[in-house]
């Protein structure tokens, strides 16, 4: 970890900028990051065709991250009906043979229907659950309950805002300008575009989770790293085919 005066890193290789057209932009507001180390292995089996899990330090992860969305723009249109929701994921971190980096999503919880809908379409595996943030005396952080389902989760943290951090794995774990999905059965990459994070170490201080586990990856022990980032602000672009 630096000091809180040096800047963090951009790592998005030339050319990585989402070219136009942007599909849609979107705020991405009080980022919460856990993440445990899990051997690729146990990744593996849930890459589609054309990708396999990236792998750092050794390991490859998965995060449970929770955030808030309050704004959404298609097309340059603002979206009102979606309104501000929050999200929670669950996701684990993907390289294709084309060289695209990016997540792989196992689930995302969202608070409002509108953006289900809209992700199922694409075949992203969104689920509308009851999603809130929590401020209290174990910081900040997000609760989670599905609807008619059994899984729930809590998790909060106390953000260090005077650190900030920019090693090599946080950056990696957080720094992600993609997604891979499987859609009609072809493996796509959605490009992602935005300024680096301005994220801090963050002191785990609640954590009850159900959803790492419901997504056929089961952890042990608290998370080896943890993170928050006040936000920022993301582009889409057109998604095109995993050679």
């Known amino acids: ?33 856990l993440h445990w180390r899990i051997d690729p292995s146990v990744a593996a089996p849930y890459m589609p065709p054309g990708v396999e899990p990236d792998v750092f330090h050794g390991s490859s992860w998965v995060g449970l991250i929770g955030f808030r969305a309050p704004e959404t723009e298609l097309a340059g249109v603002p979206m009102p009906f979606f309104g501000s929701y929050t999200e929670i994921n669950v996701r684990l971190y993907s390289r294709g043979r084309d060289g695209s980096r990016g997540v792989l999503f196992r689930s995302l919880d969202a608070s409002r229907l509108a953006p289900v809908l809209a ?24 609760d989670v309950a599905r609807f008619g389902r059994q899984a729930r989760s809590s998790f909060a943290v106390v953000p260090d805002y005077g650190r900030t951090a920019d090693d090599d794995l946080s950056i990696l774990l ?26 801090h170490p963050a002191r785990l201080t609640h954590l009850h989770d159900e959803l790492v586990p419901a997504a056929g990856l089961p952890v042990e022990g608290p998370p080896d790293t943890v993170h928050y980032s006040p936000g920022v602000r993301t582009l889409f672009g057109r998604p095109r085919r995993v050679a």
């Open 119 to 142: 992700a199922r379409s694409l075949h992203i595996p969104y689920v509308w659950s009851r999603c809130r943030p929590r401020r209290s005396g174990w910081g900040l952080g997000y």
């Open 1 to 33: 970890m630096a000091s809180h005066a040096r800047r963090v890193p951009d790592p998005r290789p030339a050319g990585s900028r989402v070219p136009p057209p942007v599909l849609m932009a979107q705020t991405w507001a009080a980022a919460v990051f």
């Open 174 to 199: 957080t720094a992600r300008f993609g997604l891979h999905a499987f859609l009609a059965r072809r493996t796509v990459f959605f490009p992602i575009s935005h300024r680096p994070w301005p994220l």
